[in-house]
């Protein structure tokens, strides 16, 4: 497990392309046939992605967290972005198709991750924070998640959002979390730009062809910067940075947050003309 320093405006500032990379991104998250992992100390999230092949992968605990077990003290919400798999809770199986989701509560003891087909195995992304509640592990379904369909062609923002854990359906201690799908011939991801000053915020970026990229604007809306993603890349947002991005082909992203609260409007929109 790597861990990311927080970052502040001002070290920011000083960083270049290469410095920028590191402190942000992760791109080795999704490794054929291996669990890797990520820790921020922003907000203490920790983010994993699981690959299997032939065999099962178990989800093991790390240092950074100083548990028995990693959802000890910690909740997740999972995405599959790959082949159809499934994902066994404490004996329990749960079966995920492509963008299949599964909230999963604190103190579950095991987690182990298959694929049905190694040929087109499943990618699990888990999302994790930590937790005050003991709360069901949930299959949400996509009769249970919130769809909304925002933007518009004339803006090249529109876009599908699917609410996978989220007030007034699915319930966490602290996390949102979903996806969205950029439609073709738009381009952007969110528009205006914004900040969650409670709360850090991170994107998976998946389904990416491997000619096209995403550019990830983040910083300051006086300084900002930017960042070239590929299919698979992991950014995340610290609660001072605003977050939008543009693509060259179509895409979709796992969006999810952690910290004050669990409200999905929590946030402060920055408008393109006070962007620098």
């Known amino acids: 497990m790597r861990t990311i320093d927080a970052a502040s405006p001002a070290h920011v500032a000083t960083l270049d392309t290469d410095g920028l990379r590191e402190a942000f991104l992760a791109e080795d998250l999704f490794v054929p046939g291996r669990v890797s992992a990520a820790y921020l100390l922003s907000d203490r999230i920790a983010v994993v992605g699981a690959v299997p092949l032939d065999e099962g992968l178990r989800l093991p605990t790390y240092d950074q967290l100083r548990s028995e077990t990693f959802l000890q003290r910690r909740e997740a919400g999972v995405l599959n972005l790959g082949g159809a798999g499934a994902v066994t809770v404490d004996g329990e199986r749960y079966e995920l198709a492509t963008t299949g989701s599964l909230y999963v509560g604190r103190g579950a003891r095991e987690v182990v991750f298959t694929s049905d087909d190694a ?151 920055v408008p393109v003309t006070r962007m620098r």
């Not at 993603?229 to 610290?238: I, K, L, N, Q």
């Not at 001072?240 to 929109?269: C, I, K, Q, R």
């Open 119 to 269: 040929d087109d195995p499943a990618a699990f992304y888990l999302f994790s924070a930590t937790a005050h509640l003991d709360l069901p592990t949930t299959l949400v379904t996509p009769e249970a998640m919130n769809v909304v369909e925002i933007g518009s062609e004339d803006d090249a923002n529109r876009r599908t959002l699917h609410q996978c854990i989220y007030e007034g359906g699915t319930r966490s201690a602290q996390i949102a979390f979903g996806f969205t799908t950029v439609h073709r011939g738009s381009v952007w991801n969110t528009m205006p730009a914004h900040t969650h000053a409670r709360r850090t915020e991170c994107y998976l970026y998946f389904d990416l062809a491997p000619q096209d990229r995403v550019f990830h604007v983040m910083g300051e809306p006086s300084q900002t910067r930017h960042l070239v993603v590929a299919d698979r890349t992991f950014v995340f947002s610290p609660p001072w940075s605003l977050h939008t991005g543009v693509g060259t082909g179509p895409y979709s992203f796992v969006w999810a947050t952690a910290g004050e609260n669990t409200t999905y409007d929590d946030m402060d929109a």
